[in-house]
Structures are given as C-alpha cells and as structure tokens.
C-alpha cells in the first residue's frame, strides 16, 4: 500500500517536473497565458493523484476484506483498481472544471454555464440516490437472511465498493457547483461595488447564486447519508 502510495505520487511529480523543464523565455504575454496554462495543469495533476491516492486506499480495504486468505494480495489488487477508478473519476471532475465559467464570459452565459450545471448535478444525485436506495435495501435483506459471518462480510465489501463509487461522484460534483458558486459570487460582489443599486441583473444573478447553494446544500445531505451507511457497514 505504502509502495503504491509512492508510486502514485512520484508519477505526479514526474509529470509536474516534465512540465517545467520544457519552459521557454517567453515575453510578458507569453509569460500569462503559460501561467494560467500552467495554473490548470497543476490543477489537474492534483485532483487526478488526489483521486487516485483515496481511490487507492479505500480499494485496498475492500481488497482485504474480498480476500481473507491473502489479505496482502487482496489490498494490492484493490488498490491498483480502485486508483485507476479514482483517477478517471478525478480527470472527469478536473474536465468539468475547466469547462466551467470564465471571467471574461457575459452575465448571461455565466448563468446559463451554472444553470446547466447545477441541473446536471441535480439529476446526478437523483440517479445516486436510487442507487443509494438500492444498496440499503441489499444490506437489509443479507441482515435478515441467516448466511455464514464471512459471506456477510463479502456482500458488505461489494456494497461498500458500490457506496465508495457513488460517493466519489457526489463529492466530485459538490466541487464543480461551489466552483461555480464562487465564480458568480465573485461576479455579484464586482458589480455590487460598482452600483449598488438592484438591477434585473444582479437579482438574476443572486437568484443563481441562491439556487446553487439550495443544490451544494442537498448535495451535502447525501453526503452525509453516505457515511452513515459506510460506518453502519464497518
């Protein structure tokens, strides 16, 4: 585990260090837009190694309680797949963001970049909430049923894989939407400071502003829910 660990980072930092040894001298221009480049690399190396290292981890767990007998093998293997699935679910996120809303875009598109965002959000809980539903009810239902401690502890470990997967996702989209929620709030307090005075505009704005922090705070609940049943299974 602790090998894995390692590696996982020493590939960042490898990545990280590619970056910066193709540097050009470049004039002041140049110099910006390498920085924001460089700004959203960094970005991305971090939340896909950050995806990885927890994927790795929880994986390892679930290894080691799939295979008993060579709990050391269990937790590698789990290990490999699950920082394989953490970092795609971390590129995905990272991909999101970057599509996210810029400064320089209109009152108008930044608010319908949030909106759609915030709807996909919204239904990607729903759908998680099903599959929450789901594993609640397969947990249930092994409790009821009279099956050897260690065929539990198997069904337990695959519902805690499926758990692990949806709260990856949940987690991801919570950032995306407080990404967003922090671009328009910086947008509203910008134009605040230059006209206090409402205008259809700013309360178009605000009214976003408010609905994104209606869905973080859903979002958040989910969360919570999620580790209440992860803890219940421990």
Do not use: W
Request: proline share 2%.
């Amino acid at each position: 585990m602790k090998k894995l660990s390692l590696l996982i980072l020493a590939g960042a930092l490898a990545t990280t260090g590619c970056q910066q040894q193709n540097a050009k001298p470049q004039n002041a221009d140049q110099k910006a837009d390498q920085q924001t480049a460089q700004s959203t690399s960094d970005q991305r190396t971090q939340t896909v190694t950050e995806g990885a290292v927890t994927g790795a981890a929880l994986g390892a767990v679930t290894g080691a309680l799939v295979d008993k007998d060579k709990r050391g093998r269990g937790a590698l293997v789990g290990a490999a797949a699950g920082g394989l699935l953490g970092g795609l679910l971390g590129s995905h996120v990272q991909d999101q963001r970057e599509e996210a809303i810029s400064q320089e875009d209109t009152l108008d598109v930044m608010i319908a970049k949030s909106t759609a965002q915030r709807e996909y959000a919204l239904d990607t809980r729903n759908n998680l909430q099903k599959e929450i539903e789901s594993i609640e009810k397969e947990i249930a239902q092994v409790k009821k049923t009279k099956v050897s401690n260690q065929n539990k502890k198997l069904v337990y470990a695959k519902q805690n894989e499926r758990l692990q997967k949806v709260s990856a996702e949940n987690a991801g989209q919570i950032e995306v939407l407080e990404d967003y929620h922090q671009h328009l709030v910086t947008k509203f307090d910008a134009m605040l400071a230059e006209n206090p005075a409402p205008t259809p505009e700013k309360d178009a704005l605000q009214k976003e502003i408010v609905a994104l922090t209606d869905a973080i705070r859903s979002m958040r609940v989910q969360e919570e829910q999620l580790a209440a049943i992860q803890q219940n299974l421990i």
